[in-house]
């Protein structure tokens, strides 16, 4: 069983900038979702086991960067320029089956966070 331990979430204004954290009990291919109110769940960002590979979701590239400390078994998602389209819940998750290349479908995933609300207000 994979812990996932997020944080970082919070209100912010528009324009504002806020840095999410995921610290797991291990390493693995990590990425991030969002859920915002009346939609489904979307792709943010991904970042390969290594931290060599990223992706992003066309609505965040530019604005938003994941990284991670493998030191620290921890992955995250730094977000600036935060828009109200922004606002949702912020899922990390981790994909323990494979170590290689990006992971940008839900389905490859099979540990959760608990998931952290960002507001950004206009």
């Known amino acids: 069983q994979v812990q996932l331990v997020e944080s970082g979430g919070g209100l912010v204004q528009a324009g504002g900038s806020l840095r999410l954290s995921c610290a797991a009990s291990?390493?693995?291919?990590s990425g991030w979702f969002r859920r915002s109110p009346g939609l489904e769940r979307e792709f943010v960002a991904a970042?390969?086991?290594?931290?060599?590979?990223?992706a992003y979701a066309d609505s965040v590239k530019g604005r938003f960067t994941i990284s991670r400390d493998n030191n620290k078994n921890t992955v995250y998602l730094q977000m600036n320029s935060l828009q109200s389209e922004d606002t949702a819940v912020y899922y990390c998750?981790?994909?323990?089956?494979?170590?290689?290349?990006?992971?940008?479908?839900?389905?490859?995933?099979?540990?959760w966070g608990q998931g952290t609300q960002v507001t950004v207000s206009s």
């Open positions: 970042v390969s086991w290594s931290g060599g590979e990223t």
């Open positions: 998750a981790v994909a323990t089956s494979s170590r290689r290349g990006l992971k940008m479908f839900s389905t490859e995933y099979d540990f």
């Open positions: 291990g390493r693995y291919s």
